[in-house]
């Protein structure tokens, strides 16, 4: 009997510029035969790594990028995972993978991370390599386009972390809540007066807590992006006394300890009561120059961060912090990722959002 013929995914060339290339445009400038382009992005390790490298600078020359479209069967399994994470250092995406690799490692998988340094090419470039080798995709709050993301779905079983995608199964943090917890526990140490140290612009994260600052001090906001959470409304005599607080905003240039560290600086220009921080890293690095300069806190000014990672405990005088339960955020996300490949579950029709929790340190502790 004879034997069906065995369909590989078979890789396209997508423009930049508008318009598709073929895998002949990119055999040309590379010096190879077309087959060659096409194992390349379809079946990577029948091919060299010298002849791959040569192929996918060619490709990045043209301005293109491969999408491999699957037809037929798919690849056999490889019993991994990929993790997409914008910025390794930061303890926040040590959480999530230790969430993840423990949910993987329970079904005999493994996690293969790629460190994308906030980076949208290096992104799309991590992904592009990551299709042929994993059976399914994290992102973990990639800066991709919302447009770029679903056609991977298309192409591989994918879930977001902490960022919805429409039509993309994803898991998030409550940050509209948390945010909204900061406020009520800064109010009640007398604080009139509150700076967000905002994080990226594409972040929706970062939106989120902002809309959720605005709402606790009554403030309308000029965009409003759905925080898929259900809120308890305050009780009256708590958000009357949250009125009196004014709040501003400050964007920081980057969202590390050095961006928190800047921040400062600016933030002394105009002084605020207290500091709503992106993340930890942000709130570390604005304590730092804190006591740098001899402002007290939290008695000139009280700090609170976002994540509660390891950190924060060991940093006097203790940071006050928005915990997420990032260790469950990567194990949940990957659980729903496994059961997509295994065909078990649906995608969700709408986010996954775990609950956030306020720790209380002495960064903002002012009244006994």
Same mark, same amino acid.
């Given at each position: 009997?004879?034997?069906?013929?065995?369909?590989?995914?078979?890789?396209?060339?997508?423009?930049?510029?508008?318009?598709?290339?073929?895998?002949?445009?990119?055999?040309?400038?590379?010096?190879?035969?077309?087959?060659?382009?096409?194992?390349?992005?379809?079946?990577?390790?029948?091919?060299?790594?010298?002849?791959?490298?040569?192929?996918?600078?060619?490709?990045?020359?043209?301005?293109?990028?491969?999408?491999?479209?699957?037809?037929?069967?798919?690849?056999?399994?490889?019993?991994?995972?990929?993790?997409?994470?914008?910025?390794?250092?930061?303890?926040?995406?040590?959480?999530?993978?230790?969430?993840?690799?423990?949910?993987?490692?329970?079904?005999?998988?493994?996690?293969?991370?790629?460190?994308?340094?906030?980076?949208?090419?290096?992104?799309?470039?991590?992904?592009?390599?990551?299709?042929?080798?994993?059976?399914?995709?994290?992102?973990?709050?990639?800066?991709?386009?919302?447009?770029?993301?679903?056609?991977?779905?298309?192409?591989?079983?994918?879930?977001?972390?902490?960022?919805?995608?429409?039509?993309?199964?994803?898991?998030?943090?409550?940050?509209?809540?948390?945010?909204?917890?900061?406020?009520?526990?800064?109010?009640?140490?007398? +604080?009139?007066?509150?700076?967000?140290? @905002?994080?990226? #612009?594409?972040?929706? !994260?970062?939106?989120? *807590?902002? /809309?959720? =600052?605005?709402?606790?001090?009554?403030?309308?906001?000029?965009?409003?992006?759905?925080?898929?959470?259900?809120?308890?409304?305050?009780?009256?005599?708590?958000?009357?006394?949250?009125?009196?607080?004014?709040?501003?905003?400050?964007?920081?240039?980057?969202?590390?300890?050095?961006?928190?560290?800047?921040?400062?600086?600016?933030?002394?220009?105009?002084?605020?009561?207290?500091?709503?921080?992106?993340?930890?890293?942000?709130?570390?690095?604005?304590?730092?120059?804190?006591?740098?300069?001899?402002?007290?806190?939290?008695?000139?000014?009280?700090?609170?961060?976002?994540?509660?990672?390891?950190?924060?405990?060991?940093?006097?005088?203790?940071?006050?912090?928005?915990?997420?339960?990032?260790?469950?955020?990567?194990? +949940?996300?990957?659980?729903?990722?496994? @059961?997509?490949? #295994?065909?078990?579950? !649906?995608?969700?029709? *709408?986010? /996954?959002? =775990?609950?956030?929790?306020?720790?209380?340190?002495?960064?903002?502790?002012?009244?006994?």
């Amino acid at each position: 009997m004879a034997s069906q013929p065995t369909h590989r995914p078979v890789p396209r060339i997508v423009g930049g510029m508008g318009k598709d290339a073929t895998i002949y445009d990119v055999a040309t400038l590379a010096g190879v035969s077309p087959s060659t382009v096409s194992r390349t992005f379809s079946r990577p390790d029948r091919v060299s790594f010298r002849t791959a490298e040569k192929i996918r600078a060619a490709a990045e020359e043209l301005g293109y990028r491969a999408e491999v479209e699957t037809r037929g069967s798919t690849k056999p399994p490889s019993h991994s995972l990929g993790l997409v994470v914008a910025d390794i250092t930061n303890p926040f995406f040590q959480e999530v993978f230790r969430g993840t690799e423990h949910a993987a490692r329970m079904e005999g998988m493994l996690v293969t991370v790629a460190d994308t340094h906030e980076s949208v090419p290096r992104a799309r470039a991590a992904v592009d390599r990551m299709l042929p080798i994993v059976d399914g995709l994290l992102l973990a709050s990639t800066r991709l386009a919302n447009g770029e993301i679903q056609k991977i779905a298309r192409t591989i079983p994918t879930v977001s972390l902490n960022r919805p995608v429409p039509g993309v199964p994803s898991v998030l943090v409550d940050n509209y809540e948390g945010a909204i917890k900061a406020a009520v526990h800064l109010e009640s140490q007398g +604080v009139r007066s509150i700076t967000y140290l @905002a994080g990226p #612009h594409d972040s929706w !994260a970062d939106a989120t *807590r902002w /809309r959720g =600052l605005l709402d606790a001090v009554g403030t309308p906001a000029e965009t409003a992006p759905d925080t898929f959470t259900r809120s308890t409304a305050l009780p009256a005599s708590e958000a009357r006394r949250l009125r009196r607080i004014s709040v501003r905003q400050l964007r920081v240039d980057q969202p590390t300890m050095l961006g928190g560290r800047r921040a400062f600086e600016a933030w002394r220009t105009d002084p605020t009561d207290a500091v709503l921080c992106f993340n930890d890293l942000v709130a570390i690095g604005f304590l730092d120059q804190a006591h740098r300069e001899g402002v007290s806190v939290p008695d000139d000014v009280a700090v609170v961060g976002f994540d509660n990672t390891e950190i924060t405990a060991l940093i006097p005088p203790g940071l006050t912090t928005v915990a997420g339960p990032l260790h469950t955020v990567g194990r +949940v996300a990957a659980a729903n990722l496994m @059961a997509l490949i #295994h065909g078990i579950k !649906a995608p969700l029709a *709408r986010p /996954r959002v =775990l609950p956030t929790r306020l720790i209380v340190r002495g960064s903002s502790r002012r009244l006994s």
